[in-house]
């Protein structure tokens, strides 16, 4: 297995490695994902290992940071033993490769690589319990309950009575009801009544009648 000391195939397997590694963290599955990211770390942990660059302990190294994923996958915690898998998983793969900033470099760019090749088929994955801890999915929607600001459009025409001076701003009790608005930029006193020209968002314009 020489042609895996080449750099450029180097790069390619670890990338191999790292989408497996991605592709699982989504689907939570033992799927074709894993098998290909088995093939990719055997051939270059044994070339590597047959050739003295590396030895037992970076190889369990690696070993543990897989087995902290799939104990992540199984389990219903918060996601940390995942993040200290793949940091494990990248530790031993930077001493495998020399421990240098070469080695770094090659990481980074086979990270990389897996990260984009990834975002092209994410969409496809079935998603596992996982990634629902990785990704945010709630969304603040209106028919969930989740408003910015209380509408105020049907406030738009109708006229009300100024509760404190507007310099420009100030409040007006409006159908009974206190409401924070705002002059056309002049000063208006207290007990003048205005009508309610504009609703800008929460943002009520008045007007004196």
Partial sequence: MDFVSIPVLQVLLLAIMFLAVFVEIKTGGMGAGILLGLVAAGVFWGSQYVKGLVNLYQIAIFLAGILCIIVEMLMPTVGLLAGVGVAAMLYSVVLALGGDINALYAMLIAFTAAIVLFA????????????????????????????????????LGKTGEVLSELRPAGSALIDGVPVDVVSEGVFVAKGTAVRVVAVEGSRVVVRKV
């Fill in 120 to 155: 092209l088929i994410v969409k496809r994955l079935p998603s596992s319990r996982l990634w629902s801890h990785v990704v945010l999915k709630d969304q603040s929607r209106a028919n969930r309950g989740y408003v910015s600001s209380t509408p105020k459009d049907n406030l």
